[in-house]
């Protein structure tokens, strides 16, 4: 075949940068269990029905056919997952009788997307997911915790730092129906595109959609101006002038998750009512996340709490999460080069090879250096010690240990410098910096 | 929605199997690493014209249209993968001269096929992989090599002992042509399915498909019956009476092999003349190995050496891999009880509420716990301490960590056994068996 190309919309990884991949993945999946949350990895396909539930995106799932079914047409009834909310629901409803709740859940899978590629949107991404999930009711302090999970997991990852903007659905409804607006819900999605189109944009749509009046186009515009570090935005929203039970509710959830974060995480949180989500099934706090310098990649982390997702008609499993869009953030960041390993192979030590038939005697050495948790490869052939070094030197690979001949000692060189030195195979140990590859 | 139930031949793991599922993923690629092998992560597609190379399989492809796409059946010309050994050497030729040869590399991903499900077989499994792929030539020592890699790392897990059946291609090949069989390729297909039709089947299918005289069925019979833990069965081979230079060859990789296991893992290698792999691009070594007391799953390791699978015409790169399934090892395993974990959640410790409004007290206790790497969650509501205490016995949790109300030290019970104690919240440490849920 003739050499292939990369297939657009669907990233891969060199070796180098699938170190520092596997590097954050792993982080954030010890941060989240540090906090009790279980690891859950489900299929990649569902059932379409429960793909399209969600409605706006349908447009964008991949449908998958066997390539030996009877008609070119025939689908098999199941699509790629777009996110891993949906799954999670699912499995949830599936499994409720042998889980236990409240249930604490991280899932890091990748998504899939037919939609236009462009930077920080891809056809392939792998997302980073927490949520909880309760029966029944989900009480208000978890909407208070998991961004605090979030900017935890986040603020020990070397990457440029996050804001995470928060708002209330309630907050926003109450808001809409207190002002006397006839379809709340409504006007939560015109406000959603106020990045987009603007405000005056926003105002048209508002007057079009919804037949607000001037007046309530203007208090609407007045309340996603507003924006604050700590609660006193509540104090704003109510100078407004709108009062309404809902309204009352989301303001004193929404104080909540800012004083807290305030207290425990200074500068992740800001209360934005601007911040909408498209998404119908939302019900509670909704969060986005943008990082420093990056803002044009849009929320690289968000979610919120849903009531009704999870729910058979008879049990309902009311929940909250966050996803944190992994591709979106790394592959930017290792395309510019502001993220990179240390070097490009899990190999600490290259054991040379003196000859063709040393290679069982070089075997057994790596193989005491490796019992003892050391990377270890024997040098692929008996070249002059010259070449064999410079193997080392193109994976980055810091030692290279000459095994003794005739009954000379062994010799270690820490190729970066160039000493070298006799070394105790069974005692010595490297740096733990350079034990395996880290992030740069 | 209803209740959804489980799609047959996806299997999905509930949170204790997952961590099973886990701790061995992350056991295997610690051992790939300790051996110098790179991760690699490939997109879960491929261009159809990539997977349908392979012809064999071609019919179990997953498809994929867009739910949106113009007409009912345009499919967008890509497919899943349904191995990961087509994908690495698709990536191998698009990132050769990026890549540092020989290159070692491993990848642990789910790969689809649109198969009946059985026992063992699933339409999403796993698959642990790893690979050595050079440019132009590729030293034997490598077939050497990769069987005691893949042996070290399953050794390490708690599965039944596993029994790895090695023959080599060119013995096979040669050995078919030096007896006068015209298409030598032909007859390795057809012995490759003696446990399926046993040696009559065979026998018919020799004669009618290679047209093979009935002393030639009777070697290639008596060839197949050949198999033994060390060097001899190259003597039998040659007792058969068939002189050929491959086959000679083929007898030479295949003692260097069965010998340097025979000493580094005795007991792990059998050399057995009747495995031939049906596929077509294996070259070299060829690699099955069964579970001990679960040999009707089949192969759950398989791979061998292909040179000629990843060329682009101009540029060459012979491999050797193999490929474990860990789905068809685990599921297995998992529904049987043989394999569990010691608990159902990272939780090591739960912080119990004493009331509504200490929850950021304890959320600050759990903080110190967590910053010294100890997984804890505080309870989710400030129930009577006995069903707190149930909260964390259902999950497997070992300790109830009570803060002190009222100027009381903080005191530490350990569930299991109810010992319950005063506690110093910055120095106490678990013992390493309780820090995280271990397969049991």
């Given at each position: 075949?003739s050499?292939?190309?990369?297939?657009?919309?669907?990233?891969?990884?060199?070796?180098?940068?699938?170190?520092?991949?596997?590097r954050?993945?792993?982080?954030?999946a010890?941060?989240?269990?540090?906090?009790?949350?279980?690891?859950?990895?489900?299929?990649?396909?569902?059932p379409?029905?429960?793909?399209?539930?969600?409605?706006?995106?349908?447009?964008?799932?991949?449908?998958?056919r066997?390539?030996?079914?009877?008609?070119?047409?025939?689908?098999?009834g199941?699509?790629?997952?777009?996110?891993?909310?949906?799954?999670?629901?699912?499995?949830?409803?599936?499994?409720?009788?042998k889980?236990?709740?409240?249930?604490?859940?991280?899932?890091?899978?990748?998504?899939w997307?037919?939609?236009?590629?462009?930077?920080?949107?891809?056809?392939?991404?792998?997302?980073?997911?927490?949520?909880?999930?309760?029966?029944?009711?989900?009480?208000?302090?978890?909407?208070?915790e998991?961004?605090?999970?979030?900017?935890?997991?986040?603020?020990?990852?070397?990457?440029?730092a996050?804001?995470?903007?928060?708002?209330?659905?309630?907050?926003?409804?109450g808001?809409?129906?207190?002002?006397?607006?006839?379809?709340?819900?409504?006007?939560?999605?015109?406000?959603?595109?106020?990045d987009?189109?603007?405000?005056?944009?926003?105002?048209?749509?508002?007057?079009?959609?919804?037949?607000?009046?001037?007046?309530?186009?203007?208090?609407?515009?007045?309340?996603?101006?507003?924006?604050s570090?700590?609660?006193?935005?509540?104090?704003?929203?109510?100078?407004?002038?709108?009062?309404?039970?809902?309204?009352?509710?989301?303001?004193?959830?929404?104080?909540?998750?800012?004083?807290?974060a305030?207290?425990?995480?200074?500068?992740?949180?800001?209360?934005?009512m601007?911040?909408a989500?498209?998404?119908?099934?939302?019900?509670?706090?909704?969060y986005?996340t943008?990082?420093s310098?990056?803002?044009?990649?849009?929320?690289?982390?968000?979610?919120?709490?849903?009531?009704?997702?999870?729910?058979?008609?008879?049990?309902?499993?009311?929940?909250?999460?966050?996803?944190i869009?992994?591709?979106?953030?790394?592959?930017?960041?290792?395309?510019?080069?502001?993220?990179?390993?240390?070097?490009?192979?899990?190999?600490c030590?290259?054991?040379?090879?003196?000859?063709?038939?040393?290679?069982?005697?070089?075997?057994?050495?790596?193989?005491?250096?490796?019992?003892?948790?050391?990377?270890?490869?024997?040098?692929?052939?008996?070249?002059?010690?010259?070449?064999?070094?410079?193997?080392?030197?193109?994976?980055?690979?810091?030692?290279?240990?000459?095994?003794?001949?005739?009954?000379?000692?062994?010799?270690?060189?820490d190729?970066?410098?160039?000493?070298?030195?006799?070394v105790?195979?069974?005692?010595?140990?490297?740096?733990?910096?350079?034990?395996?590859?880290?992030?740069?």
């Amino acid at each position: 075949m003739s050499r292939p190309s990369p297939l657009s919309g669907f990233p891969e990884l060199l070796p180098a940068d699938r170190i520092v991949e596997q590097r954050v993945i792993s982080a954030l999946a010890e941060t989240f269990e540090l906090y009790g949350f279980a690891s859950v990895n489900t299929r990649a396909v569902e059932p379409l029905d429960q793909l399209l539930r969600k409605g706006e995106t349908s447009k964008e799932v991949y449908v998958l056919r066997r390539l030996q079914a009877e008609a070119e047409s025939s689908d098999s009834g199941l699509g790629l997952h777009f996110d891993l909310t949906v799954p999670f629901a699912r499995y949830v409803l599936e499994n409720a009788g042998k889980l236990q709740f409240p249930f604490r859940r991280y899932q890091i899978q990748p998504c899939w997307r037919g939609e236009r590629p462009q930077e920080g949107r891809y056809r392939e991404f792998w997302q980073a997911d927490i949520d909880v999930i309760d029966r029944d009711d989900l009480p208000g302090h978890y909407e208070v915790e998991l961004p605090l999970v979030i900017g935890d997991a986040l603020a020990k990852l070397p990457i440029p730092a996050m804001r995470m903007h928060v708002n209330n659905r309630k907050l926003s409804q109450g808001f809409f129906q207190g002002l006397g607006i006839a379809d709340p819900m409504a006007a939560v999605r015109v406000v959603d595109k106020i990045d987009k189109i603007g405000p005056s944009g926003v105002a048209d749509l508002l007057a079009e959609t919804v037949d607000a009046t001037p007046d309530q186009v203007k208090a609407c515009l007045a309340l996603a101006e507003i924006t604050s570090d700590d609660a006193s935005f509540a104090d704003r929203v109510r100078a407004l002038g709108v009062s309404d039970p809902l309204l009352d509710e989301g303001l004193s959830e929404l104080v909540d998750v800012v004083e807290a974060a305030a207290a425990d995480a200074p500068g992740l949180v800001v209360a934005d009512m601007r911040i909408a989500r498209g998404l119908d099934y939302y019900t509670g706090t909704v969060y986005e996340t943008f990082m420093s310098g990056y803002e044009r990649l849009g929320s690289v982390c968000s979610g919120g709490r849903y009531d009704n997702l999870a729910s058979d008609g008879k049990n309902r499993f009311p929940g909250v999460g966050l996803s944190i869009g992994v591709s979106r953030i790394l592959v930017p960041l290792l395309g510019e080069g502001r993220l990179a390993a240390t070097r490009q192979v899990p190999t600490c030590v290259l054991v040379a090879l003196p000859s063709a038939d040393s290679r069982r005697d070089c075997d057994a050495i790596a193989r005491r250096l490796r019992s003892r948790g050391i990377a270890t490869e024997v040098a692929p052939a008996a070249q002059k010690y010259g070449k064999q070094i410079r193997f080392a030197e193109r994976r980055g690979i810091p030692f290279v240990l000459f095994p003794g001949v005739d009954g000379a000692p062994p010799e270690l060189r820490d190729i970066r410098g160039g000493e070298q030195d006799t070394v105790d195979i069974d005692t010595w140990l490297p740096l733990e910096a350079d034990r395996r590859p880290e992030i740069a």
